[in-house]
């Protein structure tokens, strides 16, 4: 699993430095450190080298978040579960918010009480305040064994004579007027 962590200039208000260690300590409890790589996202996409017997430290912000870098990210990584930690303080063009609508691979989660929820939600991808990161992990996680199953067909789905008849005859004391 990928965690891509926003590093703009939003992400060092209100808090949000020590709410982005928090979560970031909580995901490297829950898995190990061969199952989780950290990246930061500004003007380029650099992966955190992370000592698992040292507590984790995120380099300074300096700039702008490079949207671009983290989509190209993501489509070279297109079976690998990815969580997003950001606030949503992001100009997209159209073209990015509709690449960023088909990737399947990502989970946002919304870093701050003033998140931009509109923003992260219109991306279509599926959004969890940070309260919630384990849901979002176990979400991620989801991703690749949804991905390995075929498509369920309608001729794929039969139905007993026992239940086809329980649709069918409910009877005449179903009243919907």
């Known amino acids: 699993m990928n965690i891509v962590i926003d590093r703009s200039g939003s992400m060092v208000e209100n808090g949000k430095p020590r709410l982005i260690l928090n979560l970031?300590?909580?995901?490297?409890?829950?898995l190990s450190s061969s199952e989780v790589q950290i990246y930061t996202l500004q003007d380029q996409l650099n992966q955190v080298h992370v000592?698992?017997?040292l507590d984790i430290e995120l380099p300074e912000i300096t700039g702008p978040t490079n949207i671009d870098r983290c989509?190209?990210?993501?489509i070279e990584r297109t079976t690998e579960p990815t969580v997003f930690l950001s606030d949503g303080f992001f100009d997209l063009t159209e073209s990015q918010k509709r690449i960023l609508k088909q990737q399947h691979n990502l989970v946002v989660v919304a870093v701050g009480a003033d998140a931009d929820l509109n923003n992260l939600n219109f991306l279509g991808?599926?959004?969890?305040?940070?309260?919630?990161?384990?849901?979002?992990?176990?979400?991620?996680n989801g991703l690749n064994a949804q991905r390995t199953l075929p498509p369920l067909q309608r001729s794929d789905v039969q139905l007993s004579e026992s239940v086809w008849g329980t649709?069918?005859?409910q009877g005449e004391d179903d009243d919907w007027d």
Request: net charge negative.
């Open 167 to 169: 649709f069918h005859d």
């Open 125 to 140: 991808l599926p959004v969890y305040p940070a309260q919630d990161i384990s849901v979002a992990i176990k979400h991620a």
């Open 51 to 53: 000592d698992p017997a």
């Open 24 to 30: 970031v300590r909580f995901i490297r409890q829950h």
């Open 71 to 74: 989509i190209e990210f993501l």
